[in-house]
């Protein structure tokens, strides 16, 4: 065997056991150490190493069998047919393969004829329902796929699973008004004598919301997901906890023969035997285009939703044609789930570079092998410093799952471990900037190595980047390129530069033509005039960002008075500690910034005065305070909103009169919670017992 075959086959044995212990935590435990878009990354990475080499297939792989072994504190079901789960997709490129790997499987008649049933994909804990004579008789979970949980106690306490199925005249009159008379017939003659379905347990999100209040109120571990919490609660041996949850129910699956050609008729009828399902949300898809369309809305619309999806399902809508794809491995080959863009994804550091910023900190950065996350290709991650590093134990050449801090930051949240083969290889901080050579200082009570080089020829390129970015001068048809083209030149050697530059200058540089060289003059000449906390965040003072910058312009009201402010004035001022006041206080005292600003104001730059109390709303536009509600009152927020981005929150938040903050101090009103908060600030605000609020609430109080 090749080296390049046993490493393929080495990765998928790591994969398979990995994949294994992780399925065993969630569905057998009720546990989770990694998201569940990490595993389904690792699964993803499994089946496709297995399609392209089907030699190292195995009947043990997590690709050929169904979830893990049920509980043993419940009594066992077999289920009459298998219970099966989906393969996963995650672009269209993978629908295509999936559509190009079934049409071999099918003659040129029935391709042409293959169309498709969508529906939103549901996040819960699937089940099995089994009626005898119209009567719920039994209702079982998934378990390995054969055999389940009897929960059939715990099902009866969800309104939305009937006890009892409608009438079998009612059924054969609807059947009939619906077109579906060959089915009716069949009812006719042999009534509701066994009819098994199968679905999904879900929770709102308004429950879930409640639960984990309460569960924080009794000081108890809060549920990670809905999915976590419908599985706990129905495994629940006292139907009560089931009860109070007020769970809810889907149905998708008619696995009674019953004479339906389409899966889309097996909705209907779902309907018509009084099952809730899903019918509203989901579409008939003629052609494939018409699914993307149908994932694309659900994508962008899933919060709409008052459950949680994580993709659409794509059903091959004849079931004649369905039942001949049959399965593979785990799943049937005639439907996918089309997953929404990864949160989440696993890939391999490739190497760690190292990032000087404006301030001169010292940044690792981890060179990943690409990977989309959240829809996007990435192939860097931030390792934040030195100590990140160490609490991660990250090598080079090690497996980690990345993810986007915020939906925007590329993470590294964990490493595998498990995943090493031995050759991977540690990192250690430089000791010098590799830009200038100088020593590099860790300064008390900080994390951050640092380049205290000001002149620092990788810290000045990224104060300019700064400079001419969108919260600062916002000049929009000059980026880092144009800069460094600039700066290699020797056209410019401080930001005031820009303004005195001239067409003549740029249009002798490579790729700059007569009119991008207008352009870009125009672009830096229409930028001479800007407001103060504009101003004020574009000069780079260290440890002030743009609320800060928002909060100085408006306590001091012009540069000259901020210039004049000694520490103890700054720090009378909210959310500015002795650090910042100190930091704010040395830059307005070194002799190359005076002159700076001095040379800025020959240039022709001049400060804009803010009346009627502007404030910069996400520093793309201004915002006036519409109403003085909530004036006096100091948010901060954490976590992602789902009605809003945290820049239109925060407009929200000063269109109202009231001040928001970065950091969680005492000075804090309320904090308000998002999905996925950062722990270290909702930590900070129930320590300092501040009122916290969720999303639904926030809205009421800004309405």
């Known amino acids: 065997m090749s080296s390049k075959f046993q490493e393929v086959k080495q990765r998928i044995e790591k994969l398979k056991k ?44 997590p690709t050929q069998r169904v979830e893990g072994k049920p509980l043993e504190r419940f009594n066992k079901i077999r289920h009459p047919v298998p219970m099966l789960s989906f393969n996963d997709a995650f672009s269209k490129d993978d629908i295509k393969d999936w559509i190009e790997r079934i049409s071999k499987l099918l003659t040129p008649d029935e391709v042409a004829k293959i169309d498709f049933y969508c529906e939103p994909k549901l996040d819960g804990l699937a089940m099995e329902l089994i009626y005898k004579d119209g009567i719920l008789k039994t209702g079982a979970t998934r378990g390995n796929g054969v055999i389940g949980e009897d929960v059939t106690q715990n099902l009866k306490t969800i309104e939305a699973i009937p006890l009892k199925l409608r009438e079998t005249e009612e059924v054969i009159e609807d059947l009939e008004k619906e077109g579906l008379k060959d089915i009716a017939k069949i009812f006719k003659k042999e009534g509701l004598k066994e009819i098994i379905v199968r679905g999904e347990i879900i929770i709102s999100k308004k429950i879930f919301e409640r639960v984990n209040q309460k569960q924080k109120k009794l000081g108890q571990n809060l549920y990670a997901n809905p999915r976590n919490l419908a599985a706990g609660s129905i495994r629940q041996l006292d139907p009560k906890v089931a009860a109070f949850r007020h769970l809810d129910a889907n149905v998708y699956d008619l696995i009674t023969e019953l004479g339906q050609k389409t899966h889309s008729q097996e909705h209907k009828i779902f309907k018509i035997l009084g099952f809730k399902t899903n019918n509203k949300y989901s579409k008939y898809c003629k052609r494939l285009d018409e699914v993307f369309n149908f994932h694309n809305y659900w994508r962008k619309n899933r919060q709409t939703l008052p459950y949680e999806i994580d993709g659409i399902v794509a059903t091959i809508n004849s079931n004649e044609i369905f039942e001949k ?28 570079k190292i990032q000087i910023g ?91 190595w640092r380049c205290p080089n000001p002149d620092c020829f990788a810290r000045q390129r990224k104060y300019f ?85 928002i909060d100085l312009a408006e306590d001091f009201g012009s540069l000259e008075n901020l210039k004049k402010a000694n520490t103890e ?135």
């Open 18 to 61: 990995v994949i294994n212990y992780h399925r065993y935590l969630y569905h057998v435990l009720d546990k989770q150490e990694i998201s569940d878009a990490a595993l389904d990354s690792l699964k993803k990475e499994l089946f496709d190493l297995e399609q392209k080499f089907p030699e190292f297939i195995t009947p043990d792989s």
């Open 325 to 352: 794809l049959g399965v593979v491995g785990k799943a049937p080959r005639g439907a996918i789930a089309f997953k929404f863009p990864l949160k989440q994804a696993t890939t391999i550091i490739k190497d760690i």
């Open 358 to 448: 404006r301030t001169g900190a010292i940044t690792p950065v981890a060179v990943l092998k690409p990977v989309k996350v959240g829809g996007v290709t990435i192939s860097r991650a931030t390792l934040h410093n030195e100590d990140e590093i160490k609490r991660l134990g990250v090598k080079i050449g090690d497996t980690v799952i990345v993810g986007r801090a915020g939906d925007v930051i590329p993470d590294i949240v964990k490493v595998l471990q498990e995943l090493r083969t031995g050759k991977e290889k540690g990192f250690k901080m430089p000791q010098k900037c590799p830009s200038c050579g100088t020593k590099l200082i860790k300064p008390e009570n900080e994390v951050v």
């Open 465 to 549: 980047y700064h400079f001419i970015s969108k919260g600062s001068f916002d000049m929009v048809s000059l980026g880092p390129k144009i800069i460094d083209q600039l700066i290699s030149k020797g056209l410019i050697s401080d930001p005031a530069d820009l303004f005195e530059l001239e067409e003549g200058d740029l249009v002798p540089l490579e790729r700059f033509a007569q009119k991008k060289s207008e352009n870009i003059i125009e672009a830096i000449q229409s930028k001479r005039e800007i407001t103060l906390p504009r101003l004020i965040f574009a000069l780079g003072i260290r440890n002030v960002g743009e609320e800060k910058s």
């Open 569 to 703: 004035s700054l720090e009378k001022l909210m959310d500015i500690g002795p650090k910042v006041a100190e930091s704010i206080y040395n830059w307005f005292h070194q002799k190359r910034n005076l002159e700076f600003l001095e040379k800025l104001e020959k240039v022709g730059v001049k400060i804009i005065s803010q009346k009627s109390r502007l404030r910069p709303s996400g520093f793309g536009r201004q915002a006036k305070v519409k109403t003085q509600k909530l004036k006096g009152l100091i948010f901060v927020l954490t976590g992602q909103l789902q009605s809003m981005t945290r820049a239109q929150a925060k407009e929200k938040i000063r269109s109202s009169g009231a001040k928001v903050l970065e950091s969680v101090s005492g000075n804090i009103n309320y904090a308000v919670v998002g999905k996925n908060p950062g722990s270290t600030k909702l930590e900070k605000a129930e320590k300092l017992k501040i009122k916290i609020m969720g999303e639904k609430e926030f809205l009421e109080m800004i309405k």
